[in-house]
Structures are given as structure tokens and as C-alpha cells.
């Protein structure tokens, strides 16, 4: 076992918030050491710019900060500190143009994440920064050492300051495995469980009678294909509603995309309290319930109902077996029931897909244990940033923005203390 002592800050976890925080403290003269368990820093950041690096928002606040839900309040004063348009202007600092796509999100020129990962790490070692990679945190030792495990053995670091941003507990093979929650617990601090966040969800029964999720025919058949456009409805349990217009995924389980992600803190907590959620779909957003009832009845003669639907309304593939699902042979024949499930077809939910698959985590470090600056009350002279902390927020980029401010807000607190 080695060990090391100096008056230095130590930030653990080389995700976009500890890297903040890391940025933050060299620029304010500090000696950063900053630590991680995965070979390499950002790996979570690499995966997420796989499909296009989503930045953050060009929605203009309150409404921006309305998407943190019950946290708006807190994380609002972050966002004073560092939102959207800052997070532009330091992405733009960094040698990386951004654009605003259609959707009103914001994403670099190139869409990828490595080369602005690269920039951000040289710029980083450029002030000084120094990086530990494969060092796994354990905790504190007796005399308030920082333990890491390596290859080589167990290293013991002192620092007068500490910012932890090890990430939720999604995706662990990445290095967000949530082993932190009970080191922090075990120290005074309130943690609340990390739950599925931004996440797809399984299914119960289609209906009254069937075997929970979809038919093997259905599954096969469909599994991995988009349903759109549709709008999904659905009430939480305090009686907030949501109901928006987008896509989903049909999984071989459930469903999963950006519209279930939206709505996924509201049906988590309403499958916590009641055992299910129940959504409804409209499978024709475009068209009021009159015109899809004067079509479905319009007379069809020979045809079959597959056949008038398909004519009158455009209904085929995925979304008549959806209708299928939903109803029994003799249900789809009924014209005015047929009818009204088109614009509010039932699907029951059962639960959420694990924690280690999802895109994001609820849960973690209350912010009731922190003060304005992050810092834990019970630990003085460590602080919590990014994903660890307890608050959720649906794709589009107010994940990483939130991330990054609150790397922001912890990376000067440190600093302050140590000026102290």
C-alpha cells in the first residue's frame, strides 16, 4: 500500500461533471488530482454522443428550468451560474461550433463527441490537471485518508477538499455502478435509492385475460420498429397529467424512446404506488375522434376491417397490431369501440427496465444535505456534483447541462474553501 499527502483538491469521477469541477479549480489556481476507476475519462460522455452529442436546449427559462420537475427551484440557481447559452459559449471556447437543430436542441457541428472530449482533456492537462486512471474509490480510511483501489494495491490520499461525481448507477460497465451510495450514507449523508430514470418499460397485460407483455406474434414481428406519429396520454399519481405528441420503440418487453422517456418519472412513480401505469395512445394525433368515427363506420362492404382501415384511414403494420393487441376478435368488430380505442388505445405498464440499462438515474444525495455549494454538512470539505446528487431531468440535453453546472457550482465551492 502507497500513500500521499499533500494540500490539494481531489475531484473522483472524470464525467462531464468532474470534469467541470476539475476545470473550475485549476482555473482558480488549485493543484487538481483527478481520479477514476475506468481506463480512460468520459466513457458515458462517448456513448451518449453515439447517436449525436445532444448539448442542451435552446428553450428559453422558466420553461428550461421546468423540466427538473420539483427540483426546478434548486437547480434554477445552478443554471444561473451556468445554462444553456453559457454552456454554448464554453463549448464554442473550446474550439467546438454548435448548432440548434429542428427539436430546438442544441448539438456540435459534427455531432460527435470524441473530438470535443480530446479538446476538453488537453485543455485540462494544458492547467495543470492530473489524471489517475484505474483507481477505484473505496471510501475514507480511519484518519480521513481517501482509499482507492488499484492493479498495483490500495493508495491512500489526503485532501483538504474532495468533489465526488461518480455518476448515477447507469450503464455500471462504464463505471457508474451507484457503489458510492451506502460510503456516503455510512458518513451522514441522506441518500435517497437510484431508480430507472429516462427509461423504457415493460408491460402487463394487453388485455383482460392475456398473459403480461405482447403476443410472441406481435413481439417478433414488431420488436425494434418506431410507432409514429402518435400522442400518449397518462396521469401521475398526484394527478399531474402528461400528454404530448412524438415516437416510441416497441420492444420484445414493452416500449421504450424519446415519448416514454418524457413521460417516465410520472409512470415510475405511478407504478411504485399502484403496481401499474396505465397510458393510452392515439394512433391518429392528426385526425379528431368525429372524422375517425365517421370513418370507421363508413360503410366497408366485402372488405374486411383490416382492409377498411388500411383505405379509409391509413392504418396498417404496426399500428393495427397494436389495435390487434389491444382488442379480442370480437372487440375489433365492434365499430364504436374500434373506433375510440384508434384514439385512446390502453396499455398497462408493470415496471420500469432495470437501473444498470437505462439512460439516467432518480435517486441519490439529497440536496437537503448540501449547502448552496454542494458541500455534503456532514463531511465539511466534500462535495457531491452531477448524477449523484437527487434529481432527474428527461433527455435533450438538461441531463448534461445540469451535470455541468453543478460540476461548476461544487469545482468553485471546493476552490473557495481551499482560499479559505
Known amino acids: 500500500m502507497s500513500s500521499e499527502s499533500s494540500r490539494r483538491a481531489v475531484v473522483i469521477g472524470g464525467g462531464p461533471a468532474g470534469l467541470m469541477a476539475a476545470e473550475r479549480l485549476a482555473l482558480a489556481g488549485v493543484a487538481v488530482d483527478l481520479y477514476d476507476a475506468m481506463a480512460t475519462a468520459g466513457r458515458k460522455f462517448l456513448l451518449a454522443g453515439k447517436g449525436g452529442l445532444n448539448l442542451t436546449h435552446s428553450e428559453s427559462r422558466p420553461d428550461f428550468d421546468s423540466r427538473y420537475f420539483e427540483r426546478a427551484p434548486q437547480i434554477g440557481a445552478w443554471l444561473d451560474r451556468f445554462d444553456g447559452e453559457a454552456l454554448r459559449a464554453w463549448t464554442q471556447a473550446l474550439g467546438v461550433e454548435t448548432f440548434v437543430g429542428t427539436s430546438g436542441r442544441v448539438f456540435p457541428k459534427d455531432l460527435k463527441a470524441a473530438p470535443m472530449l480530446r479538446a476538453w482533456l488537453s485543455r485540462l492537462r494544458g492547467q495543470g490537471v492530473r489524471f489517475h486512471?484505474?483507481?477505484?474509490?473505496?471510501?475514507?480510511?480511519?484518519?480521513?485518508?481517501?482509499?482507492?483501489?488499484?492493479?498495483?494495491?490500495?493508495?491512500?490520499?489526503?485532501?483538504?477538499?474532495?468533489?465526488l461525481a461518480l455518476g448515477g448507477a447507469s450503464w455500471p460497465q462504464l463505471g457508474s455502478d451507484g457503489a458510492w451510495a451506502p460510503l456516503l450514507a455510512g458518513v451522514?449523508?441522506?441518500?435517497?435509492?437510484?431508480?430507472?430514470?429516462?427509461?423504457?418499460?415493460?408491460?402487463?397485460?394487453?388485455?383482460?385475460?392475456?398473459?403480461?407483455?405482447?403476443?410472441?406474434?406481435?413481439?417478433?414481428?414488431?420488436a425494434g420498429q418506431p410507432v409514429k406519429p402518435v400522442a400518449l396520454s397518462a396521469e401521475?399519481?398526484?394527478?399531474?397529467?402528461?400528454?404530448?405528441?412524438?415516437?416510441f420503440v416497441v420492444t420484445a418487453t414493452g416500449i421504450e424512446g424519446s415519448l416514454v422517456y418524457a413521460a417516465s418519472a410520472l409512470?415510475?412513480?405511478?407504478?411504485?404506488?399502484?403496481?401499474?401505469?396505465?397510458?393510452?395512445?392515439?394512433?391518429?394525433p392528426g385526425r379528431d375522434a368525429a372524422w375517425v368515427d365517421e370513418q370507421v363506420a363508413y360503410p366497408r362492404g366485402s372488405r374486411s376491417?383490416?382492409?377498411?382501415?388500411?383505405?379509409?384511414?391509413?392504418?396498417?403494420?404496426?399500428?393495427?397490431?397494436?389495435?390487434?393487441?389491444?382488442?379480442?376478435k370480437e372487440q375489433y368488430g365492434d365499430v364504436a369501440l374500434l373506433a375510440r380505442t384508434i384514439k385512446a388505445l390502453p396499455l398497462r405498464l408493470k415496471a420500469a427496465r432495470p437501473v444498470a440499462e437505462v439512460i439516467s438515474t432518480a435517486g441519490g444525495v439529497k440536496l437537503e444535505s448540501l449547502d448552496e455549494q454542494l458541500m455534503l454538512k456532514a463531511r465539511p470539505g466534500v462535495f457531491v456534483a452531477g448524477e449523484m446528487l437527487d434529481w432527474e431531468a428527461p433527455t435533450g440535453g438538461y441531463l448534461l447541462t445540469a451535470s455541468m453546472a453543478s460540476g461548476l457550482i461544487a469545482g468553485d465551492g471546493a476552490a473557495l474553501l481551499l482560499k479559505r
Open 133 to 163: 486512471m484505474k483507481h477505484r474509490w473505496q471510501g475514507w480510511a480511519e484518519d480521513g485518508a481517501l482509499r482507492f483501489s488499484t492493479a498495483e494495491g490500495e493508495t491512500r490520499v489526503h485532501a483538504e477538499a474532495v468533489v
Open 188 to 222: 451522514g449523508a441522506e441518500v435517497s435509492p437510484l431508480r430507472s430514470a429516462n427509461c423504457g418499460f415493460d408491460l402487463g397485460s394487453t388485455r383482460e385475460g392475456a398473459a403480461p407483455g405482447w403476443s410472441p406474434f406481435f413481439a417478433e414481428k414488431f
Open 305 to 328: 376491417m383490416s382492409s377498411h382501415l388500411k383505405s379509409r384511414l391509413n392504418l396498417e403494420g404496426l399500428k393495427a397490431g397494436l389495435l390487434h393487441e389491444a382488442l379480442t
Open 267 to 284: 409512470l415510475r412513480e405511478k407504478i411504485e404506488r399502484d403496481g401499474e401505469a396505465l397510458v393510452h395512445l392515439d394512433l391518429l
Open 236 to 247: 401521475g399519481v398526484d394527478g399531474r397529467r402528461f400528454s404530448r405528441q412524438g415516437e
